[in-house]
């Protein structure tokens, strides 16, 4: 009877210390639900965090839009300057005026017919839907409408490149002749000039006002310049960027790019606002305290919101909205940094706007407060009833467990009294198992850490029992004797804190380990404490371990992985990650800077004289020198062989900065090596100099100018150091661009070659084709551009020998394919001062000597000839059977001697002549005599550049033999036959025989 009432006594028990705190955990739970659900405001937090998420959607966005607008569109100063440049250039050569461009439309002209690929560049380089130029000093205040001298081309498809053919632009506006030139469509509303009138003429008129009134008080033209949201151009509309083009000061017209609002729309994806299409974006600029809609983006709200409507914002708290058809509309608006401050449009704030009614903005956030409730209510039932259940369920075997393991004794193995349920039995085989395995391994584990040759030690704290466990060597590892056997904690803790200033944090990733640099025994050893938290039992456990010879190992690695063998500087890896963090994270040290970049320049000439070993010598020596001289904490690294870097930093002023390079130039002037002669040679180095934060703020860019400083130096005055010159590197840069560029499409043979028709003036069917240079995916299009450049580079003799490879290659493969004839003819020009070698002549004759009767070689009259060059020309083309020809007869000085020198074949008559012909009677005259010449002595003769009906009815009715224009055909890679109407042309046109 007692025992009964003992085993009930005991579930009783169990069960109150199971449930009743489980019960309390329940009522704790749900009271604190409550409490921080509805007293602290958890529903409105979601409220705030959706419209947060919503916030930084539309701020990701506007940052995009403003990168876009700011450093892609409008980053157009150095297109203007090229301008500029095209219109001083023009200017020096007495070809226009520009100060009385509206006196002189022939001026106007003039320009845009040589800024037309600038346009064009404008265009691809950013990526815009159009571009624009036009010529006006300024716009008359009283004028209704207003047309200009102009150029606009815009793109049908800006993610599609097609700029090898431009087969994807039209020009909007441009005079006829520019049209003709440049070879591009037309788009179906084409005018000549630039027509301002109605909302776009008041526009430019505010803009040249703020240019007159701003042009004298800024130095920076991006100051001027300015965005036009709502150009209208035809039914569409286009937000457009322009910048002042001026001469001596003087506004003389304006370049500008255009981003139509489809486009826009595109840009802004409305479906990363809500999948559902429920929001939309809108572009809104505020000016004085009104918003005017820009472009808004998605139909769903298109009813009430067009392109210049005002809006009415309103406030609501920290939230802004309006109202659509009864409907709040939420707005998260961000603004756009398009202008700087203190210029004359910083009060005209664009903003990109996401809207999202917000009855559609918190639909999920009110559907999980209606589920959350439902959720407290179900969470707090749920866990009553397993309280219950799991305290019957648990309470038995728990008891019975617990029953046997108070009366079990512990003696060598543990041993716990099985309670015959499966899954707590298996519980205590695994107690057993693992607590006796952790007997034997800490049995195993002390016997060999005896055996190991490092000294190991550890301890144990337990706070809550004021326990203390210290190995009995613990302080001996720290050079102290200690008796451990009565140590308590605190006297622990007060041995340690000796150790403080000699301790700091491993680099390892453990945030519980630290490293003793100590003296002991007058050797410097370091050790390794790494401990356990065991923030539950209130305990700390601890190992000490020996690391000396780990830690030098490691220092002497890092030593060598980030030092210069030969001169003991940091090397240019080490020299990186210095720079990278101080320009980063210790910026502000910085204040005023200099990086110098010096280079050794005799170091060749000591290498070939006394050998490499002094030459090494040289190089320690100068380091050693810029070590000595140089002032204290400058950071000093040797980049490559004979190049060194010196970063000056933490200075109040240039002027301060700039004496300390000064007088550690003039000692490092006076220094000298002696040689194994006894010969005393001066350490001579060349310098370059970047300022910090003048020149750049960027290392890489500081790095990059100080290069460019040094070895300009070097090519001009070796020896001496100079400060870094934006408008030379500038200079540099764009022809060392132009130069590698050329390198780069002759080593890759990035050229093509189009096929121009030249046709019989008798029956209108093709003669012969021409090849025309072209190049493939390359700035450098221009072939006077491409000849001149390799002319500096002493190319001439590579695109000698590619033009006639690629040409002969190309028309091969189209008279294979069966697109030309074989009986045509082919033109190729040859530069008149190069020639090919005699193995390439050959090469040419093995691979195309059946097609070699059909070439003809054209020599350019404007190219000083070589008679050397010219004869063995000659006499290669008599082998092969070949023609001669001389282009552009009658465009220099000495036409009628190099038509006697050469005698030719063909003679081509220069464009300049055959232009306008039908008008002129003197070319007439010219075309007449030179026909009349040719035809005594059997030369053929070729009108180029027809582009009229009335040029080529002129020169067929003057018995010309071949025409070449646009007219019959323009160049193409794959060239088409003449239109029917042309040969009819000419057959009407052509003079009868006296047979006939």
Same mark, same amino acid.
């Given at each position: 009877?007692?025992?009964?009432?003992?085993?009930?006594?005991?579930?009783?028990?169990?069960?109150?210390?199971?449930?009743?705190?489980?019960?309390?955990?329940?009522?704790?739970?749900?009271?604190?639900?409550?409490?921080?659900?509805?007293?602290?405001?958890?529903?409105?937090?979601?409220?705030?965090?959706?419209?947060?998420?919503?916030?930084?959607?539309?701020?990701?966005?506007?940052?995009?839009?403003?990168?876009?607008?700011?450093?892609?569109?409008?980053?157009?100063?150095?297109?203007?300057?090229?301008?500029?440049?095209?219109?001083?250039?023009?200017?020096?050569?007495?070809?226009?005026?520009?100060?009385?461009?509206?006196?002189?439309?022939?001026?106007?002209?003039?320009?845009?017919?040589?800024?037309?690929?600038?346009?064009?560049?404008?265009?691809?380089?950013?990526?815009?839907?159009?571009?624009?130029?036009?010529?006006?000093?300024?716009?008359?205040?009283?004028?209704?409408?207003?047309?200009?001298?102009?150029?606009?081309?815009?793109?049908?498809?800006?993610?599609?490149?097609?700029?090898?053919?431009?087969?994807?632009?039209?020009?909007?506006?441009?005079?006829?002749?520019?049209?003709?030139?440049?070879?591009?469509?037309?788009?179906?509303?084409?005018?000549?000039?630039?027509?301002?009138?109605?909302?776009?003429?008041?526009?430019?008129?505010?803009?040249?006002?703020?240019?007159?009134?701003?042009?004298?008080?800024?130095?920076?033209?991006?100051?001027?310049?300015? /965005?036009?949201?709502?150009?209208?151009?035809?039914?569409?509309?286009?937000?457009?960027?322009?910048?002042?083009?001026?001469?001596?000061?003087?506004?003389?017209?304006?370049?500008?790019?255009?981003?139509?609002?489809?486009?826009?729309?595109?840009?802004?994806?409305?479906?990363?606002?809500?999948?559902?299409?429920?929001?939309?974006?809108?572009?809104?600029?505020?000016?004085?305290?009104?918003?005017?809609?820009?472009?808004?983006?998605?139909?769903?709200?298109?009813?009430?919101?067009?392109?210049?409507?005002?809006?009415?914002?309103?406030?609501?708290?920290?939230?802004?909205?309006?109202?659509?058809?009864?409907?709040?509309?939420?707005?998260?608006?961000?603004?756009?940094?398009?202008?700087?401050?203190?210029?004359?449009?910083?009060?005209?704030? /664009?903003?990109?706007?996401?809207?999202?009614?917000?009855?559609?903005?918190?639909?999920?956030?009110?559907?999980?407060?209606?589920?959350?409730?439902?959720?407290?209510?179900?969470?707090?039932?749920?866990?009553?009833?397993?309280?219950?259940?799991?305290?019957?369920?648990?309470?038995?075997?728990?008891?019975?467990?617990?029953?046997?393991?108070?009366?079990?004794?512990?003696?060598?193995?543990?041993?716990?009294?099985?309670?015959?349920?499966?899954?707590?039995?298996?519980?205590?085989?695994?107690?057993?198992?693992?607590?006796?395995?952790?007997?034997?391994?800490?049995?195993?584990f002390t016997k060999i850490i005896r055996l190991a040759n490092t000294q190991l030690e550890g301890f144990e704290l337990d706070y809550e029992k004021k326990q203390l466990y210290v190995t009995d060597d613990f302080f001996s590892a720290f050079g102290l004797k200690v008796d451990v056997s009565q140590l308590s904690i605190e006297e622990f803790e007060r041995l340690m804190r000796q150790f403080k200033d000699r301790c700091r944090p491993s680099n390892s990733k453990s945030a519980n380990e630290y490293i003793f640099n100590l003296n002991k025994n007058g050797k410097s050893i370091y050790l390794r404490l790494r401990y356990i938290d065991d923030e539950v039992n209130h305990k700390y456990y601890g190992l000490v371990e020996e690391v000396s010879e780990l830690i030098k190992e490691r220092q002497l690695i890092e030593y060598e992985r980030d030092h210069d063998v030969l001169t003991g500087l940091v090397n240019r890896r080490a020299y990186q990650r210095q720079m990278k963090r101080l320009f980063t994270i210790e910026a502000s040290s910085i204040n005023i800077g200099a990086l110098l970049m010096l280079d050794l320049d005799n170091l060749k000439m000591i290498n070939d004289k006394f050998g490499h070993e002094y030459g090494d010598l040289y190089i320690q020596k100068a380091a050693d020198m810029f070590r000595r001289l140089s002032p204290e904490g400058t950071i000093i690294s040797r980049i490559s062989g004979d190049e060194f870097n010196l970063f000056l930093y933490g200075y109040d002023s240039r002027t301060e900065l700039r004496e300390k390079i000064d007088r550690f130039w003039r000692e490092l002037s006076k220094s000298s090596i002696t040689m194994p002669n006894q010969q005393e040679i001066h350490i001579l180095v060349s310098g370059g100099i970047a300022w910090y934060p003048d020149d750049s703020r960027d290392f890489n860019t500081l790095q990059k100018y100080s290069d460019f400083a040094m070895y300009s130096v070097k090519h001009t005055l070796k020896g001496e150091i100079g400060d870094f010159s934006l408008q030379d590197y500038r200079n540099d840069v764009y022809m060392m661009k132009r130069k590698a560029e050329l390198s780069r499409i002759l080593e890759a043979n990035a050229f093509t070659y189009y096929f121009q028709p030249i046709v019989s003036a008798v029956d209108g069917e093709v003669f012969a084709y021409e090849a025309l240079m072209r190049t493939v995916d390359s700035t450098l299009k221009n072939p006077s551009e491409i000849i001149e450049i390799a002319k500096m580079e002493s190319k001439l003799y590579l695109i000698e020998k590619i033009t006639m490879r690629n040409s002969l290659k190309q028309f091969n493969d189209l008279i294979a394919s069966g697109k030309v004839s074989k009986d045509l003819k082919l033109f190729v020009n040859s530069i008149a001062n190069q020639r090919l070698s005699e193995g390439e002549v050959r090469s040419i004759e093995e691979q195309y000597g059946a097609f070699l009767p059909n070439l003809v070689l054209e020599l350019t009259e404007n190219e000083e000839l070589n008679e050397e060059y010219t004869a063995y020309k000659k006499e290669v083309l008599k082998i092969w059977n070949s023609r001669l020809a001389l282009d552009d007869y009658g465009s220099g000085y000495n036409s009628g001697r190099n038509l006697l020198f050469l005698n030719p074949d063909y003679v081509k008559i220069d464009i300049d002549i055959i232009r306008d012909i039908d008008k002129d009677m003197d070319k007439r005259t010219i075309v007449k005599d030179t026909i009349t010449y040719c035809h005594e002595r059997g030369k053929y003769v070729i009108a180029e550049g027809i582009e009229t009906i009335a040029e080529l009815k002129t020169v067929v009715g003057m018995d010309v033999d071949y025409i070449q224009g646009y007219l019959t055909g323009k160049p193409a890679p794959e060239p088409k036959d003449v239109y029917k109407e042309i040969k009819s042309e000419i057959m009407n046109c052509r003079r009868p025989s006296p047979l006939d």
């Open positions: 009877m007692e025992s009964k009432i003992r085993v009930k006594w005991q579930k009783g028990t169990m069960l109150k210390r199971i449930f009743i705190p489980m019960f309390i955990l329940v009522l704790i739970v749900s009271i604190l639900f409550f409490g921080v659900i509805f007293y602290n405001n958890i529903l409105s937090q979601m409220e705030k965090n959706t419209r947060d998420i919503f916030d930084s959607k539309v701020i990701n966005r506007s940052h995009e839009l403003e990168n876009m607008m700011v450093n892609q569109w409008s980053n157009l100063e150095t297109e203007v300057e090229d301008i500029q440049s095209v219109i001083s250039n023009l200017t020096a050569k007495n070809q226009i005026d520009p100060k009385h461009l509206a006196d002189n439309p022939d001026d106007s002209r003039i320009i845009l017919e040589h800024i037309t690929d600038n346009v064009i560049s404008t265009l691809r380089n950013h990526r815009v839907t159009g571009a624009y130029v036009f010529l006006c000093s300024d716009i008359p205040g009283d004028s209704d409408k207003v047309s200009l001298p102009g150029l606009y081309i815009s793109d049908s498809n800006v993610e599609n490149d097609n700029s090898i053919t431009n087969s994807d632009l039209m020009i909007r506006r441009g005079s006829k002749s520019l049209v003709e030139k440049m070879g591009i469509a037309t788009d179906s509303a084409w005018e000549p000039n630039i027509i301002l009138k109605g909302h776009n003429l008041e526009e430019f008129k505010a803009v040249y006002d703020n240019y007159h009134r701003f042009q004298e008080d800024t130095t920076d033209i991006t100051d001027l310049g300015y /965005w036009m949201p709502m150009l209208q151009v035809e039914n569409d509309y286009v937000v457009s960027y322009v910048l002042p083009i001026e001469y001596k000061g003087t506004v003389i017209g304006v370049l500008g790019i255009d981003v139509s609002h489809e486009y826009l729309k595109t840009l802004l994806n409305y479906l990363e606002l809500d999948s559902d299409a429920k929001g939309a974006y809108s572009l809104i600029l505020e000016e004085n305290g009104k918003y005017t809609d820009i472009l808004t983006n998605n139909s769903y709200f298109a009813v009430d919101f067009k392109t210049g409507d005002q809006l009415k914002i309103q406030q609501n708290g920290d939230h802004k909205y309006l109202m659509q058809n009864h409907d709040r509309v939420a707005l998260s608006s961000e603004n756009l940094n398009l202008y700087n401050n203190n210029t004359p449009y910083e009060k005209q704030q /664009w903003q990109l706007s996401g809207m999202m009614k917000e009855k559609d903005l918190l639909a999920f956030t009110s559907q999980i407060k209606v589920t959350l409730l439902y959720a407290i209510i179900g969470s707090v039932l749920i866990g009553l009833i397993l309280s219950i259940l799991l305290s019957i369920w648990i309470s038995r075997p728990v008891i019975s467990l617990a029953d046997s393991v108070r009366k079990m004794t512990f003696k060598d193995k543990i041993s716990i009294e099985r309670t015959k349920i499966i899954e707590i039995d298996q519980l205590i085989d695994a107690i057993e198992k693992t607590g006796n395995n952790a007997i034997d391994a800490v049995a195993r």
